[in-house]
Each structure stands twice: as structure tokens, then as C-alpha cells.
């Protein structure tokens, strides 16, 4: 057993360590990809956290139940900026304070509340935020997440090692690869002080019109995107970091972003059997620790028309009772529109309890989302044998994950696991297989050195997704520099005007060939005439979708088309090495891209994918 005195003597000597510039002592099985030793599950595990959860006040208890964000790179030091947005959203200054206040079992880091500036910053946050949980009345470690998805979605950048993102993982198709890339991952979130990552997501990608999911999605068979889910959670856990599949019961077949509505799930009961179901089905074989709610309405399963995240007939009738999940369920952000439209903020924790959650993500307000749930127990309508139960799934979690043995990381632990030059060379590796090309008439490529020798890139300079680096155009002319090109970068944005157009044709009379990057094409996007007026100087044009793969089909006239799937650095360079030559494009697409003026006809369907 565990007691308060060694938490606190963890604690203790950590404190110490940090004011003699040392480190706490390195985590068992910490970076080595084996989980640490535990006995989780055991009834003397069991016994032992009943224990701790009989000792807590409601207070206590209650704040378990939520994982709040914080301002701030420090957990007690954090900039004036931060210091003041925690005062003012939470009324607190800092991670130490909002532990010391609301007992919240859970921290997400976010890059936009400068929890993430670097690995060393990232891992003494972490250790700073688990010594305020040890000094807590009955000492809790924190379970300390974020969205590490990779590709488009990605809250730690270099120097940390990135992976293709979801869809380019499909791409490839390799259940190892996924695993491999998953646990490299996942060994640097330890190394960071991360045990959960809410990643994979799970949702089968059936409507190209998503906003949300897209390429986070592993594409649309949802036979294919089960098995790349189960490689991820055996590669994530395996690595001692809690996996999360998102978003339960589904959320590949909307319109609508749930961040800013409420989107609608129409499918029956037994289309969502075959389509959405297998990849959650495969998560929970897999023994995920974690499963992440869809604030969407589904009105197959709850007539009621609640969103998932508040729906029992969902949560509990479907998730625990029909797929037999035990482990813990925790919301999607409550800060989200799709939540909060129809009860606000005060209802929508205390439903989401009753429906079947155990952990409460992000309240926009958390002293009123954390009185609401007192209240609701004070008042009868939530029940303290359920809460504890909850409390018992969070903390067999946390045990699983080592945070009760030894939540601390190191300096030292960073350097040894974080962006090292193995890692870096296997997200090269596996980014090498994702790239896909889609249409090549007339061979125009690989571009020749000889031949074709200077080449202009234009397009989009979304902003890098994870401070990877950027600008696309940038990094593509300098990946095809390296290569062996005269290479020249031309950014003309996701809707570039007729000047710009204009522009990029002047400078292309005096270039051999151009490389397009092109983002989430629209049949009014005027990248449509960028493409049509660089086409029309007969010069090669080589299209490159580096969102969504389905752009080919409003730009008629293209030639060479390939997908990246993102535009992060690792799958740009990838995609130059094609583009040279240098790689042969191996990638096949896993979502099919339909017709423009035929929507219901395959213009490439489900594994296409030309080489050289």
C-alpha cells in the first residue's frame, strides 16, 4: 500500500531536488516502452483506493472528477499574463492554487495556455503540478493529459518527435507502423510527466463535408480504422501513457463542427454497427483506458435528442452495458457549443454523471460546473456510492499508469527519450510510406533534377498545426532545395487574389515547374484559378493536397496530384522526396474521393494509389 507518508517523501524529495538543480528520481519503466510495474486491478489495489477515496471530503471527491486547464509554463510561477487569465476564468493564480482549491484530478495542457514551450518546461510543469497534488490533505497524483493526436492535431511540437497524422497512417496501412509511432509517442509523453493522451480517434471518416474530423480520422472502412485503433492503444499503453479513443459513439458523418453546434449522427442502429461501432469495439479489446464522448445527437439511440455526452440510453445502455466497457469515459471539452447549447453550463456536468461519465473536461466555469455537482449530490439527484465509483475507475487508472509509485519525471529523462535522432529517423521512415499519388498523365512525375530544375512553389501557408516550424511553402522548397532543386517559395494563402494569381504565373514563365499546395478546395475557392491560370503556361504543375485528400476533384486539368494528408514538416518533407524522386509513393487512399459533378460516383476509390 501506498500511504500518504510516501507520497508526501516523494514529494519531499522532488522539493529538494529542484532546489539543488537536480531531479526527481527517474519513474520505473519510464521512456523504456514497458509499462511500469503495477498491481493494478488486484483486489488489494482495489482495497487500498477505497481506502484513499473513504478519506476524502466531498469537496475532494467531487474535484476528482474534473481535468481543467491552466495559463501559465510554471505550476506556481507562471507569467503576469497567465497569472491574471487563471484569476479571472478560475479565480486562482496558478496550477498549484487551482489543486489546492478544487482538488481537480486532472491537468490538459494546451499550447494557447503556454503549458508546452519546450520539454525540460514541460516536464517541470508536470513535476510541479504532481507535488501540489501530493500536498494536498489526502495526496491524489494528477493525471496530466493532452491532445497529442499528431498530423493537424498536436499540442507539444519540435523538438519532440511528430508522426504522420491519422489518415496518413491509413495511407501507409501498417498496423506496425501505427504501433511504432503511438509508442515512440507515447514513451516522450512519459517522459514529460504525460500519462494520458486523448488519441486515437476512433470515428470512421464516411462524409468528406466533415469539418471536425477529417483526416484525424484513419478513413472510412471501418474495418481498416479498427485495426490502426487497436495498433495505437497497444502502442500508446504500451508505452505507460493512457490511450483515448474519440469521439464515442462516432463522429465521422457530419456537417457540423460540434465546437460551435450541435451536430446530428442520422445513421440507424444498424448502420451505426457497421460503421462506427467496429473501431470502438477494437479500443476496447485492446484494454483502452480511456473513451472520450461526441457531443452529437443520435436520435437511433436517445429520442430524447440529447447530445452522447448526456445521454444514459448512449453512455451506459450502449457503451458499458451493450460493449461491456469498464474502464473510464470521459467528456469532450464542456467549454464546446454541442454541449452546452441545450442545458448550459450548470445542467451539463451533473447529466453527464447520471448518463455514465466518470471525468468532466474542461468547464468553461469550474466553480460553477464543481458547485453544481455538490449540489446535485447534497440534493439526492447524484448518489455517493456512484461517485465513488467513479472515483475507484479514475484512480485504477492512474495506478495502471504509474503515478501512484512515481508521478515524477526528469531532466535527464527528457534527454534520453525526447526528439532523439532514432525517433526523428522512424517518423521519416513511416512518413515515407503515406504520401499517395492520385493521378500522374503523362509521367510527369518524379520531377528531374535535369530537366525540370527550377521550380516555383505556391499556395497555402496555413499556420503549422504543431509548431513544427512552417511556412508548407517554405519547408517544400527547402526539402526540394535539399534535393537538388533551384527552388523558389511563393505563399499565396487559402484564398488568393487575382494579384497574387497573377504573380505566381509572371514568376513560373521563368521556371521550370511548379508545385501547388493546396487546402480543403471548394468548388468557389479562387485556389481553383490559381491552379487553372498556372496550368494554362503548359508548364508542369505538380498539385499537392496537403489537408483533406479530396481537392483533385474540383481542379480539372491537373495532371499530377498527390495527398499528404497535413501539412506538418515530416509529411512535407516526405512528400518532396516523392515529388524528387527519391521515394516512390506508396501510399493508397483509405477514404474515397468522389466526383464533383457526380457526388455519388468514385472519381478514386478506397485503396488507390499509383507509384512510379
Known amino acids: 500500500?501506498?500511504?500518504?507518508?510516501?507520497?508526501?517523501?516523494?514529494?519531499?524529495?522532488?522539493?529538494?531536488?529542484?532546489?539543488?538543480?537536480?531531479?526527481?528520481?527517474?519513474?520505473?519503466?519510464?521512456?523504456?516502452?514497458?509499462?511500469?510495474?503495477?498491481?493494478?486491478?488486484?483486489?488489494?489495489?482495489?482495497?487500498?483506493?477505497?481506502?484513499?477515496?473513504?478519506?476524502?471530503?466531498?469537496?475532494?471527491?467531487?474535484?476528482?472528477?474534473?481535468?481543467?486547464?491552466?495559463?501559465?509554463?510554471?505550476?506556481?510561477?507562471?507569467?503576469?499574463?497567465?497569472?491574471?487569465?487563471?484569476?479571472?476564468?478560475?479565480?486562482?493564480?496558478?496550477?498549484?492554487?487551482?489543486?489546492?482549491?478544487?482538488?481537480?484530478?486532472?491537468?490538459?495542457?494546451?499550447?494557447?495556455?503556454?503549458?508546452?514551450?519546450?520539454?525540460?518546461?514541460?516536464?517541470?510543469?508536470?513535476?510541479?503540478?504532481?507535488?501540489?497534488?501530493?500536498?494536498?490533505?489526502?495526496?491524489?497524483?494528477?493525471?496530466?493529459?493532452?491532445?497529442?493526436?499528431?498530423?493537424?492535431?498536436?499540442?507539444?511540437?519540435?523538438?519532440?518527435?511528430?508522426?504522420?497524422?491519422?489518415?496518413?497512417?491509413?495511407?501507409?496501412?501498417?498496423?506496425?507502423?501505427?504501433?511504432?509511432?503511438?509508442?515512440?509517442?507515447g514513451?516522450?509523453?512519459?517522459?514529460?510527466?504525460?500519462?494520458?493522451?486523448?488519441?486515437?480517434?476512433?470515428?470512421?471518416?464516411?462524409?468528406?463535408?466533415?469539418?471536425?474530423?477529417?483526416?484525424?480520422?484513419?478513413?472510412a472502412d471501418p474495418q481498416a480504422v479498427a485495426r490502426m485503433v487497436a495498433a495505437e492503444v497497444k502502442g500508446y499503453q504500451g508505452a505507460g501513457v493512457a490511450a483515448c479513443a474519440k469521439h464515442f459513439p462516432g463522429h465521422g458523418d457530419t456537417d457540423t463542427d460540434s465546437h460551435v453546434g450541435l451536430p446530428y449522427i442520422h445513421h440507424t442502429a444498424e448502420e451505426w454497427e457497421r460503421l462506427d461501432a467496429p473501431p470502438f469495439k477494437a479500443a476496447i479489446a485492446a484494454g483502452i483506458d480511456s473513451i472520450m464522448t461526441a457531443h452529437i445527437v443520435v436520435p437511433a439511440f436517445d429520442a430524447s435528442e440529447d447530445p452522447a455526452t448526456l445521454s444514459r440510453p448512449i453512455l451506459t445502455g450502449i457503451l458499458r452495458e451493450r460493449l461491456g466497457y469498464n474502464g473510464v469515459v470521459v467528456t469532450d471539452s464542456l467549454g464546446m457549443e454541442g454541449v452546452r447549447v441545450k442545458y448550459?453550463?450548470?445542467?451539463?456536468?451533473?447529466?453527464?454523471?447520471?448518463?455514465?461519465?466518470?471525468?468532466?473536461?474542461?468547464?468553461?466555469?469550474?466553480?460553477?460546473?464543481?458547485?453544481?455537482?455538490?449540489?446535485?449530490?447534497?440534493?439526492?439527484?447524484?448518489?455517493?456510492?456512484?461517485?465513488?465509483?467513479?472515483l475507484l475507475r479514475i484512480l485504477l487508472l492512474k495506478d495502471r499508469r504509474g503515478l501512484f509509485t512515481n508521478p515524477f519525471t526528469t531532466h535527464e529523462e527528457v534527454d534520453r527519450v525526447v526528439g532523439i535522432r532514432r525517433h526523428l529517423e522512424s517518423a521519416d521512415r513511416i512518413a515515407d510510406r503515406t504520401t499517395t499519388l492520385l493521378r500522374n498523365e503523362g509521367g510527369v512525375l518524379p520531377l528531374s533534377r535535369l530537366r525540370e530544375n527550377k521550380v516555383l512553389v505556391v499556395g497555402v501557408d496555413a499556420a503549422p498545426p504543431s509548431g513544427t516550424g512552417g511556412p508548407p511553402t517554405t519547408v517544400l522548397t527547402e526539402a526540394l532545395g535539399g534535393l537538388g532543386f533551384t527552388a523558389t517559395a511563393l505563399s499565396t494563402g487559402l484564398t488568393p487574389p487575382q494579384t497574387l494569381i497573377d504573380q505566381a504565373v509572371a514568376a513560373l514563365h521563368d521556371r521550370d515547374a511548379a508545385v501547388v499546395a493546396t487546402y480543403n478546395v471548394t468548388a468557389d475557392s479562387p485556389q481553383r484559378q490559381l491552379v487553372t491560370a498556372l496550368l494554362e503556361t503548359g508548364k508542369p504543375v505538380v498539385q499537392l493536397a496537403v489537408r483533406n485528400p479530396y481537392d483533385i476533384a474540383q481542379l480539372d486539368g491537373v495532371k499530377a496530384a498527390l495527398a499528404s494528408y497535413s501539412w506538418t514538416d515530416v509529411e512535407l518533407r516526405a512528400a518532396a522526396r516523392v515529388i524528387a524522386g527519391r521515394q516512390k509513393p506508396t501510399g493508397k487512399l483509405p477514404v474515397p474521393v468522389m466526383r464533383a459533378d457526380a457526388p455519388g460516383t468514385a472519381l478514386y476509390p478506397i485503396g488507390h494509389g499509383l507509384t512510379y
Open 1 to 185: 500500500m501506498h500511504s500518504r507518508r510516501t507520497v508526501l517523501t516523494t514529494a519531499a524529495a522532488a522539493s529538494a531536488a529542484c532546489a539543488t538543480g537536480a531531479a526527481p528520481a527517474r519513474a520505473a519503466g519510464a521512456g523504456t516502452g514497458r509499462r511500469p510495474a503495477s498491481d493494478a486491478g488486484t483486489p488489494a489495489t482495489e482495497t487500498r483506493l477505497r481506502r484513499l477515496i473513504s478519506r476524502m471530503t466531498p469537496e475532494e471527491k467531487v474535484g476528482q472528477l474534473f481535468v481543467m486547464r491552466v495559463y501559465g509554463h510554471s505550476a506556481t510561477d507562471p507569467d503576469p499574463a497567465d497569472a491574471a487569465a487563471n484569476q479571472q476564468e478560475i479565480g486562482v493564480s496558478n496550477a498549484a492554487e487551482l489543486i489546492a482549491k478544487y482538488h481537480v484530478g486532472g491537468i490538459i495542457y494546451f499550447g494557447w495556455a503556454h503549458n508546452t514551450r519546450e520539454p525540460h518546461q514541460i516536464a517541470d510543469l508536470s513535476n510541479g503540478i504532481q507535488k501540489a497534488g501530493a500536498a494536498q490533505p489526502v495526496p491524489v497524483p494528477l493525471l496530466i493529459s493532452t491532445d497529442q493526436e499528431h498530423g493537424i492535431v498536436a499540442r507539444i511540437g519540435a523538438p519532440a518527435t511528430l508522426f504522420p497524422g491519422a489518415m496518413a497512417l491509413g495511407a501507409a496501412g501498417s498496423r506496425d507502423e501505427a504501433r511504432t509511432a503511438a509508442r515512440i509517442a
Open 187 to 219: 514513451e516522450e509523453l512519459y517522459a514529460m510527466g504525460i500519462r494520458q493522451d486523448y488519441a486515437p480517434d476512433a470515428d470512421v471518416n464516411v462524409n468528406a463535408a466533415n469539418p471536425v474530423i477529417g483526416v484525424r480520422s484513419f478513413g
Open 344 to 390: 448550459g453550463d450548470a445542467r451539463a456536468p451533473v447529466l453527464a454523471l447520471k448518463a455514465g461519465v466518470d471525468q468532466l473536461l474542461n468547464p468553461p466555469d469550474l466553480s460553477v460546473a464543481h458547485g453544481a455537482v455538490l449540489k446535485a449530490l447534497q440534493e439526492g439527484e447524484l448518489s455517493w456510492p456512484d461517485i465513488d465509483a467513479k
